[in-house]
């Protein structure tokens, strides 16, 4: 091995210092073929000494550490991602949704001739979108076929989704140290239960 090439116990942290290994680290990273990667960073003759290379210690710690660098990025995106994900589902589940609402009063004339009179009507009708907040108007998909109801997604479907972030939906593992019946209260609900718990805040389990 020549000088070049960095201490056998080193963590691949640092770039090797190996110019043409470094490239070659790098490109079976990328999903380079051995001997092509091999050729890409300068090197002839690949048959066996591209083998050889690969299984140099600071060739399998750099790979390695790259390799470590990328599972640790794709947990953050996913963390980031998970999120704002629940972020989202919350908003769906504990809008208020009446908030989207006001009533309107409308005069209207029942009746004919001697009998005719004016009534006054109550009635509940969509904002102007203007006047809606932006949580407010995250929440309208569209129109219903009426013309009048905002599409909305449902509030039970963004409740169960929570649920499964949270892995309810899985079966309950305990520690030895739950009693039978203490085992029996956490899993004994119903969906229904279930779903109208996790709707009240602060709420963290369910005394019997």
């Given at each position: 091995?020549?000088?070049?090439?960095?201490?056998?116990?080193?963590?691949?942290?640092?770039p090797?210092?190996?110019?043409?290994r470094?490239?070659?680290?790098?490109?079976?990273?990328?999903g380079i073929?051995?001997?092509?990667?091999?050729?890409?960073?300068?090197?002839?003759?690949?048959?066996?000494?591209?083998?050889?290379?690969?299984?140099?210690?600071?060739?399998q710690?750099?790979?390695?550490?790259?390799?470590?660098?990328?599972?640790?990025?794709?947990?953050?995106?996913?963390?980031?991602?998970?999120?704002?994900?629940?972020?989202?589902?919350?908003?769906?589940?504990?809008a208020?949704?009446?908030?989207l609402?006001e009533?309107?009063?409308?005069?209207?004339m029942?009746?004919r001739?001697?009998?005719?009179r004016?009534?006054?009507?109550?009635?509940?009708?969509?904002?102007?979108?203007?006047?809606?907040?932006?949580?407010q108007?995250?929440?309208?998909?569209?129109?219903?076929?009426?013309?009048?109801?905002?599409?909305?997604?449902?509030?039970?479907?963004?409740?169960?989704?929570?649920?499964?972030?949270?892995?309810?939906?899985?079966?309950?593992?305990?520690?030895?140290?739950?009693?039978?019946?203490?085992?029996?209260?956490?899993?004994?609900?119903?969906?229904?239960?279930?779903?109208?718990?996790?709707?009240?805040?602060?709420?963290?389990?369910?005394?019997?």
């Amino acid at each position: 091995m020549t000088k070049d090439v960095q201490n056998e116990t080193d963590d691949g942290s640092l770039p090797l210092l190996d110019r043409k290994r470094e490239i070659f680290a790098r490109a079976l990273f990328e999903g380079i073929e051995l001997g092509a990667a091999y050729e890409l960073a300068g090197f002839k003759r690949p048959r066996g000494n591209a083998n050889r290379m690969e299984r140099e210690p600071s060739i399998q710690a750099r790979l390695n550490f790259l390799r470590r660098e990328l599972d640790e990025a794709d947990l953050n995106l996913r963390s980031a991602r998970r999120h704002q994900l629940r972020q989202q589902l919350t908003q769906i589940a504990t809008a208020d949704r009446l908030g989207l609402f006001e009533e309107v009063k409308i005069r209207k004339m029942v009746g004919r001739g001697r009998n005719a009179r004016t009534v006054t009507l109550r009635r509940l009708q969509m904002k102007p979108l203007a006047d809606l907040t932006p949580d407010q108007r995250a929440l309208v998909e569209g129109i219903e076929s009426d013309g009048l109801r905002p599409a909305m997604p449902p509030k039970l479907g963004a409740l169960v989704q929570l649920a499964k972030l949270d892995g309810l939906d899985q079966p309950f593992k305990f520690s030895g140290e739950l009693s039978v019946q203490e085992k029996h209260d956490a899993t004994d609900w119903t969906r229904e239960e279930l779903l109208q718990v996790l709707n009240e805040s602060g709420v963290k389990g369910r005394k019997r």
